[in-house]
């Protein structure tokens, strides 16, 4: 696998190597060891999540409160979809700044999103599912909502018409907003 740190501290794209014959292809969509090379920090399997979604989609921007924290390693294992990381940690130099990349089934790309990181991502094409690999299982209200359109962050979604979104996420709080209400973690927490 090739790994490249994007413009947020601590995230990484993952590019497989596909090993291609006349059947069609094959690649490791996550080696744990070459991860935790890679990021420098332990790397646990807690819980798989699936989400499906039509076109023009919008989830997120989430996190999780630190404690517990949670790491994420997100993959499209079907359609297509912009995915986008935001740094969320107070203190951070980067704070603010986004990465955007586009993932698709065919390419196998995939994203490590460390905690404090806000994650989110647009559905291009109908029946887009995204698998996210989670460091910690679920634990109600620790959840970190953002609002996905907060125009502070200005996040380059690209789409062209309104998208669909949760209540949840349509209702949620600017990222200062949340900040001032001492939901992010704080870059020294997680680093």
């Known amino acids: 696998m ?30 744990v060891d070459e991860l935790e090379k890679v ?4 790397f646990a399997v807690r819980q798989i999540n699936f989400s499906v979604s039509r076109r ?6 989430h996190s999780v409160s630190v404690p517990p924290g949670q790491a994420k390693y997100v993959s499209c294992v079907r359609g297509a979809l912009r995915d986008i990381v935001v740094d969320l940690r107070l203190g951070s130099p980067t704070y603010g700044e986004y990465a955007s990349n586009d993932l698709d089934a065919e390419s196998g790309r ?7 990181v806000g994650h989110g991502f647009l559905a291009l094409s109908d029946d887009t599912c995204i698998c ?13 909502d953002i609002d996905p359109l907060d125009p502070e962050l200005a996040l380059p979604w690209g789409f062209d018409e309104p998208p669909v979104m949760s209540a949840k996420d349509a209702g949620a709080p600017t990222a200062a907003d949340a900040a001032a209400a001492g939901l992010l973690a704080r870059w020294q927490d997680v680093r």
Do not use: K
């Not at 995939?110 to 404090?116: D, I």
């Not at 996210?132 to 970190?144: E, K």
């Open 132 to 144: 996210y690999v989670l460091s910690s299982a679920h634990v109600p209200g620790t959840q970190i």
């Open 56 to 61: 023009n989609t919008l989830r997120g921007i």
């Open 110 to 116: 995939c994203v490590y999103v460390p905690e404090g």
């Open 2 to 31: 090739h790994a490249e740190e994007l413009s947020v501290p601590g995230a990484f794209l993952i590019t497989p190597e596909p090993f291609r014959d006349d059947r069609g292809s094959f690649h490791e969509a996550l080696r």
């Open 39 to 42: 990021t420098g920090r332990p």
